[in-house]
């Protein structure tokens, strides 16, 4: 086997474990948000791109109140990335977090702006639900 054939079949065997490790970290993820779901009104937003990496906040928000019950943010370079709180957010109402103006100290705007995209997500998702298109089970 030359050099060429051995640094081909390595950089396979790098890219299937790449792979195999984001596919165990989206189990993760959605494995978590599954049980999230079980305690209210639950949505996830994005932030950021490809470049400057991308940061993923759930929310979870009670359907009478709308204030956060729990709120995680998924961010990170590598696959080992795991759902961490923010307990910023937690208690904080739905019409704060749409406030684009929002600041909050030791939240970094990414995670607020991804959090934001979650908040609009719920919003829309409670109004559907007030207008009666959807039956509300909680």
């Not at 086997?1 to 390595?10: P, S």
Request: proline share 3%; aromatic share 6%.
């Amino acid at each position: 086997m030359n050099m060429i054939e051995q640094f081909a079949l390595a950089a396979l065997a790098a890219w299937l474990i790449q792979l195999g490790l984001a596919y165990r970290q989206a189990r993760v993820f959605y494995r978590r948000i599954s049980s999230l779901r079980k305690l209210g009104r639950c949505a996830t937003g994005l932030s950021g791109g490809r470049y400057r990496g991308r940061v993923y906040v759930a929310l979870v928000v009670h359907p009478l109140t709308h204030r956060v019950i729990k709120a995680e943010k998924l961010s990170g370079l590598t696959v080992f990335a795991t759902l961490k709180s923010v307990t910023q957010l937690e208690g904080r109402s739905l019409d704060e977090l749409l406030n684009p103006q929002l600041s909050i100290e030791g939240v970094p705007p990414r995670v607020l702006e991804a959090a934001r995209s979650a908040a609009e997500a719920i919003q829309k998702s409670l109004e559907k639900a007030a207008s009666g298109d959807v039956i509300v089970t909680a």
